[in-house]
């Protein structure tokens, strides 16, 4: 048989689709002869990849293994009478594009172009099934000016407020970064120290939404590990808020937040965070010096740090509380392992009963008081650690005898009755600090009035100049006004972040300032954060070039929500919330029918080098799309992508199973051409159209559950049983084989097609139909021996061939025992009946 020439078939069959806009998104309405509007009585389906962002590197091969696997969905769906929407963008705004700006001079957009054509020609290169005409770019002023329309609406809903907030600010990124973007005190990006600054900075409220964002999560079609990941980011916490008086101090109370309101009677003293604001009202002029020098210490560490640290420090503030059941004087000290920013900054000391408590009262030498007793009978306390287990109340007054469950509950209440507290929910979401000090982002629109001395005429001055004196307020934001929009970047030559928390943008003087009715108004110079765009993209490619709205109303009725979104398990918290958030936020304004975005979500397992270990460029273990394609074909990359194992396993690339799938795709194109060259119809035998049905059924059921390795299996088996039958290939199989592949390999299944003698695509044929009672499995078990031994059985189809055997058996872990790590040497395989194989 002849090789596939896929270098010429495959630009060939490009060149069709884009001259015939064979993936144009069909409309969902259309209008009759008399007017009226009628909706497509299809089923639709939008199904969105994680759009890239266009690196100067290109495309690397794990954007292709999500891309592939969505393609071969949206390529099935339009055979299966679906209206399909699958387009692609680009994340385009972010760090990179900048920071070779600033080393090299080159404007972040022209660097954005060239890389975006580029990684544009790779996916063209591999053949997806995108409707170009939806393409939207994150930077595109005409996307930028509804990125900024969002914010206003989120200004307006009061979502969107200015904050002096103590910020991660990582000086060798010049900029402030989201607490998801710190891990372990570095940055997510990069690795750079991250130390805490407080800061003016936008913040979101994403916390309003904390309770829809976690329950929104129900019936999504989601990964579990993400759902759990989400709500445990979210961190929904149901407990108790308790009052406690000060002594001495009418006018002052601490309240503290517990989970374990039972174990009030254990509360030996409180701890409050050391950026508490009641702090310094409560220190004791005595203590003053120490409070002081330990809130200046502990204020650089990171909340992770200062949780993580089992050697827990603190300082006493001098002041007491006073109990509000049984009224004992209790201290009030400071310690760092009580986070400024959770639940209300402070907390009731119970050693007892909480490690962490247990620890500080040890080193400090502070009372324990033991109020819950195991429920087991004969267990004795050690009182050498704390007993965090529940059990039942003692020391406690009317509530002893109570179990931890009924105990919360009764003492909730009895602090109700005399408010002194009450049952609260507190969650772990903290708001979304959401500027950037960064030239390469959405302008915040948002600008300030300029104030000038008093002495100062203000017709007369310049901000612009340097040395004019002013302060800009702040505390007085004025949103842009909406028919103002797109607020664009400022023309810049530097664009390092410089030292001016301001940000770069504080430096383009004549953008930032202006006059208007004879007032002078300071633009706000902070930008949005990469996560802006990707928060509502998919709302754009509905409707891409809109200029009059975000998108229409009716093409969020007709695609809204996303069906199947593709991407990676590393967005599984921050892009997904943030998106969950915007939509929500979307929803409730009105603008979406739907309350959630992302209805199905599915993520690929990472690709990694053939060493096992992740791709990357200081390994040389990084496989580049480019090469393989070049040397085997697109269809061969995307075949072996989905080949490889489970969509959503980690595994490796393995360049010597890359030719396992060329073969498979020139012995398929041999079994075409053989077809097409019979001279007379070869009538189908009963053994081909039971593994044609077969095939069909498996195909179709794997694809709807995104088995994609499995269905291929089926296809290779199917295609070795026709190749078998040399030139006597009955055109029905290889007409049907042709459509099952096209998902996959839709070159080769466009150029057979064509072979077949069909000059119009297969894009929209409809997919292949089975007779289930041809299905019925026939499968015999065989034995399995090695070296001659028996060592253990496999059920197989009676039709399967070698190959499938051999597969099988190596799925038994007991034949596995003796093959690995052995050279195989030969096998025998007598079909119905045995398999030996031979290693060495
Ligand atoms: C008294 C107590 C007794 C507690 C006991 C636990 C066990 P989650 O589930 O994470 O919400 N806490 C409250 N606010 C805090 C803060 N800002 N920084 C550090 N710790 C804080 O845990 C809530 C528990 O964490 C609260 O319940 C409080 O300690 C502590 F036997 O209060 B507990």
Known sequence: ?????????????????????????????????????????RKKKYILDMFPYPSGAGLHVGHPEGYTASDVMARYYRMTAHDVLHPIGWDSFGLPAEQFAINTGTHPEITTAANIANFKRQLQMLGFSYDWDKEVATTDVGYVKWTQWIFLQLYKKGLAKQSEVSVNWCPALGTVLANEEVINGLSERGDHPVVRLPLRQW???ITEYADRL???????DWPAGTMVAQEQWIGKSEGTEIVFAVDGRDDQNVTVFTTRADTLFGVTYLTLAPEHPLVPLITTPSQKDDVDAYVTTTSSRSDLDRTSNKDKTGVFTGGYAIHPLTNEKIPIWIGDYVLGSYGTGAVMAVPAHDERDFEFAKKFGLD?????????????????EAFTQYGVNVNSGEFNGLTTEEAKKAITAKLSEISAGGSKITYKLRDWVFSRQRYWGEPIPIYFPVDFPNDVDPTTVDPKMDGCEHTIRYDKPIPVDEADLPLKLPEMDDFSPGDDPAGCLARAKEWRYFQKDGKWYARETNTMPQWAGSCWYYFRFLDPKNDDAAFSPELDEDWMPVDLYVGGAEHAVLHLLYARFWHQVLYDLGYTKHPEPFQKLVHQGMILGSDGEKMSKSRGNVVNPDDVVDA???????????????????????????????????????????????ESDVAMDEETTKILHKTMKKVTEDIESMSFNTAISAMMVLTNH??????????????????????????????????????????????????????????????????????????ISVDADQEVAVEQAMKVQTILNQVDGKEVKKVIFVPGRILNIIVK
């Open 368 to 384: 324990v008081k033991w109020v819950v007793e195991s429920k087991e009978e004969g267990h004795e306390l050690s009182k050498e």
């Open 214 to 220: 976690e329950k929104g999560l129900q019936g999504l």
């Open 203 to 205: 913040v979101l409220k």
């Open 632 to 678: 085997h074909g697109a269809d061969a990359l995307r075949l072996y992508e989905m080949f490889m194992g489970p969509l959503e396993a980690v595994k490796p690339w393995q360049t010597s199973q890359v030719a396992g799938v060329v073969r498979f795709q020139n012995k398929l194109y041999n079994v075409v051409q053989s077809a097409v060259q019979n």
């Open 722 to 795: 026709l190749t078998t039958l040399k030139d006597k290939v009955p055109w029905e199989a290889a007409e049907k084989l042709t459509l099952m592949v096209s998902p996959f390999a839709p070159h080769l299944g466009e150029e057979c097609w064509n072979l077949l003698g069909h000059d119009k695509s297969l894009a929209y044929h409809p997919w292949v139909e089975y007779d289930e009672a041809l299905c019925v499995d026939n499968t015999v078990t065989i034995g399995v021996q090695v070296n001659g031994k028996k060592r253990g059985e496999i059920e």
């Open 1 to 41: 048989g002849t090789g596939y020439p896929f270098s010429q078939i495959e630009p060939k069959w490009q060149s069709y689709w884009k001259k015939h806009h064979t993936f144009k998104t069909p409309d969902r309405r259309s209008a009759t002869p008399d007017g009226q509007i009628v909706k497509s009585p």
